[in-house]
């Protein structure tokens, strides 16, 4: 099922689902909708997680692609008026928030927050959004304490889940939101980085000024390979999945209007892998010659 949401992931222009509210039966007795509302939330917790560590890898690998980039700790961060209202009683109730304060929500494993033994709960009072050079205030309980963090330069892409049946990921030119459906049903990491990376590549060539065209989308998945092979990611066998999930639903490809058939799509995505393993070893840049290639169509 990976392969299938993999390859059928469309990044729509239209944007994903906006209802981020997690709905809840109102005949359901309040204990039941308490109890409910956990498992909704400690589910999106850790898909939030796993997207947040593969985006930070694409963009710390990154930074020297992107034109804005920022010192990334490696912090969720949230506060209560990030829920809609008729969620924040929960949101306190499930999610170590107090009625006013920034906290931590999580913690990027191997980051330099998670070097500093930071953790989720923990109250930031003050030094966010994080600067270098300047700590962060933190309260773990027993009064705030100044904390002084490395960074690592990172591109300005931010990953989000947001709750959705569909299957789908999408940018709007700036942030990149993945439906819970799709993080669900990707479980390999490297198939989710594939689909954050063709995001991102989106957001890296500005794609959003000029339209997704079939063009644009072969690009970002060519870029998409470069962006994680940068980051270590194995393009290899992620484009071997590619190739056996095509064999695999080769009924499926009138799915979407806005990208090109899977057939066009994962023989671009071939050619951009030859291109990379034929290449030199080291950091590579995003190629002008994959844009070429990619708009021959061939
Ligand atoms: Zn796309």
């Given amino acids: 099922m990976g392969l299938c949401a993999l390859i059928l992931a469309a990044c729509s222009d239209a944007a994903a689902d906006p209802d981020m509210a997690v709905s809840i039966p109102e005949t359901t007795p309040a204990m039941d909708r308490y109890a409910e509302f956990a498992v909704v939330v400690a589910r999106h917790q850790a898909m939030s997680e796993r997207v947040a560590r593969i985006s930070r890898r694409l ?114 030119g700036r942030e990149i939101e993945l439906s819970s459906a799709l993080v669900e049903q990707v479980g390999d990491d490297a198939a989710l980085a594939l689909i954050i990376a063709h995001e991102m590549a989106h957001v890296l060539r500005g794609h959003h000024q000029y339209g997704l065209h079939w063009n644009a989308e072969l690009q970002a998945d060519a870029d998409a390979l470069t962006l994680m092979r940068n980051a270590d990611y194995d393009i290899d066998g992620t484009v071997a999945a590619w190739e056996m999930g095509v064999d695999a639903h080769r009924d499926s490809q009138a799915m979407s209007a806005t990208h090109p058939p899977l057939e066009i799509r994962l023989r671009n995505l071939e050619g951009a892998l030859a291109t990379l393993n034929n290449g030199p070893a080291g950091f590579r840049p995003l190629s002008d010659a994959s844009r070429e290639r990619d708009a021959s169509g061939d």
Avoid: K
Wanted: contains cysteine; charged residues 25%; aromatic residues 6%.
């Fill in 59 to 172: 963009r710390v690998a990154n930074s020297p692609l992107c034109d804005v980039t920022r010192h990334d700790v490696g912090l969720l961060t949230h506060q209560l008026d990030d829920y809609p209202p008729s969620l924040r009683a929960l949101a306190l109730h499930f999610m170590a928030l107090d009625e006013d304060g920034r906290f931590i929500r999580s913690v990027v494993p191997g980051s330099p927050a998670d070097r500093a033994r930071l953790r989720a709960g923990e109250e930031i009072v003050s030094g966010w959004p994080f600067q270098a050079d300047q700590p962060l205030m933190v309260d773990n309980g027993d009064g705030a304490v100044p904390i002084r963090l490395q960074s690592d330069l990172a591109c300005v892409a931010p990953a989000f889940v947001i709750n959705s049946d569909r299957l789908n990921a999408s940018t709007d």
